[in-house]
């Protein structure tokens, strides 16, 4: 889609008044999270031209297996191979373009096409092609493997956090997180995520909401909804003891001065050794644009990330970390359950907020709202991110 085509979706003006200061701003407009060919839009450009978060590489635990993902209606396959690397590629065969895996493998060597049995290892290599010459011949003058292998979608890992980037044109990784390390450096220590492990068990959750996934980054911005929505984390986390985090172009949240779940919950998990002893209540929640969730706190940190489904439909994925290898141990198996039983419920409260906005998008009567001009600075960054990426969007 062109640029001219978002902007029959959403007028220029609409995009102008996203981009004034906060106080003038409106929102996006309805059609921003209820439009099917803008939702294709933004695959393309908005989120093909940057990282987004795809899947955790902690889905694929073994050396030899594989899953099929579809990221927001594109046929992906992620793979673990023999090496213990993670890729990612296009599902789809170099031959006549049959889609060559449809359910998940573990204990396998490599990917065979149900159509014509070409034959490809788990690093993308093309390694047999049956027939191709004719009957029981497998090679042909002026065809070769290496240039057949699957489409490989780039892509790189970073805090268990399977990234990819569609377009293979974004800046690098390390500009791209850079912000964030060098903020959160001042937490967790200079190299402190790298300490993060993520359990097996009791450690995921799943939830489908029908709801844009913008919605799902706008709302977890703001604490301003943090008395209404989640009354029980307000008493040991409460509003007034929050501030507005506008890191970098690509990320804002907020913060809390206060974070004591340990305390409330009892728990006792090993905390990051970096951590200054003066904010060990603080906790930091970003949202890291476009659709990864961040959440950060003394004795364990957590992601979630956003799968769109459709315009008015997304999957968010939670995985939760712990500090160092010893937080794995069984001691410490209800202490990781509380946390996991916190965290699920605060999300869930937050599910008729989001699918409450998605309803009411529908309707003539919203133009965009408006924004609180102290509470609502995140969410407002974002839906400039937001307005600049559709209006920077080309073919
Ligand atoms: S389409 Fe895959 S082998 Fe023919
Ligand atoms: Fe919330």
Redesign the pocket.
Known sequence: MSNSKTQTIIPLTQLDAVGKPIGQANGMPGAAYTSEALFNFERDQLIGNTWAGLAFASELVAKGSLMPIDFMGLPLIMTRDRHDQIHVFHNV??????T?VSEAKSQTRGIS??????YYDLSGNLKS?PFIGGVDINEVEGFSCEDNGLMSVRSHIWMGIVFINLSGAAEDFADYIGPLEKRWAEFAGADGLAQLQAPVDDASMEIKVQSNWKLAVENYCEAYHLPWVHPSLNTYSPLDQHYNIVAAENMSGQGSYVYILSEVAGTELPQFADWPQEKLRHAEYISLYPNVLLGLQVDHAFAMILQPQAAGSTVEKLQLYYVGDESLDQAYQGCRSAVLKSWRQVFSEDIFAVEGMQNARRSPGFKGGVFSPVMDVPSHHFHQWVAQGYSAGTV
């Open positions: 065969c170099s031959h006549r373009g049959m060559l096409c149900p159509y014509h049995s070409w092609t």
